[in-house]
């Protein structure tokens, strides 16, 4: 069975950093994507960045290009998001999600079948 456990949220004022963290268990994994995505109350689940396990390739939301870093330890079974120059409209609760790498959007919430428990993260201004 597929657990994602999210750590690393907080409160962090504007342009500080944040690093949160997804251990993986259940699988092995090599031939996964990992994505992150965040909610809002209210609001659709938005997609932040994916990794690819196989490959390292990585892919960014626009709205976070530049900011945000996703990574991955092989030895570890964890995926990463450095987040940096944090801004008051990144707050939300962040969820780690898994999905088997075949063909369709690594973008879209819905391809994703395994989701962590999510981690809050406060931006303040």
């Known amino acids: 069975q597929v657990q994602l456990v999210e750590s690393g949220g907080g409160l962090v004022q504007a342009g500080g950093s944040l690093r949160l963290s997804c251990a993986a268990s259940?699988?092995?994994?090599?031939?996964?994507?990992m994505g992150w995505f965040r909610q809002a109350p209210g609001k659709e689940r938005e997609f932040v960045a994916a990794?690819?396990?196989?490959?390292?390739?990585?892919y960014y939301a626009d709205s976070v290009k530049g900011r945000f870093t996703i990574s991955r330890d092989n030895a570890k079974n964890t995926v990463y998001l450095q987040m940096n120059s944090l801004k008051p409209e990144d707050t939300d609760v962040y969820y780690c999600?898994?999905?088997?790498?075949?063909?369709?959007?690594?973008?879209?919430?819905?391809?994703?079948?395994?989701w962590g428990q999510g981690t809050q993260v406060t931006v303040s201004s």
């Open positions: 990794i690819r396990w196989s490959d390292g390739n990585t």
């Open positions: 999600a898994a999905r088997w790498d075949y063909s369709g959007s690594y973008y879209s919430a819905e391809q994703y079948a395994y």
């Open positions: 259940g699988r092995t994994f090599s031939r996964y994507v």
